[in-house]
Nanobody, 124 residues
């Protein structure tokens, strides 16, 4: 069965950190570009970050630049999202997704595999 499983979400105070993990089973992530998305209550899902298959290209939405870092460990078949200096507006369900392409796709619908999401809540 091909799937992605996110973990690492939780409740954290403003200014705190979390590291999200996205583990793949049934396929090798090193053949895929990987994206992180989030959806806050009442809002549309938005792209947060993406890393190309090689890891040489990364993308971050403006609101997380300088605070979030995407990385991948192909040996562990896992992608990470390190989130620092968290803000209440970062509260959302976070999803990872994989696309069988070299580079980050320009559109959400191009991602082939999606995880079930992990809740991140930033509150004091």
């Amino acid at each position: 069965q091909l799937r992605l499983v996110e973990s690492g979400g939780g409740l954290v105070q403003p200014g705190g950190s979390l590291r999200l993990s996205c583990a793949a089973s049934g396929f090798a992530l090193d053949y895929y570009a990987i994206g992180w998305f989030r959806q806050a209550p009442g809002k549309e899902r938005e792209g947060v970050s993406c890393m190309s298959k090689s890891g040489g290209d990364t993308y971050y939405t403006n609101s997380v630049k300088g605070r979030f870092t995407i990385s991948r460990d192909n040996a562990e078949n896992t992608v990470y999202l390190q989130m620092n200096s968290l803000k209440p507006e970062d509260t959302a369900v976070y999803y990872c997704a994989a696309d069988y392409e070299d580079y980050c796709p320009g559109a959400e619908y191009k991602y082939e595999y999606w995880g079930q999401g992990t809740q991140v809540t930033v509150a004091s």
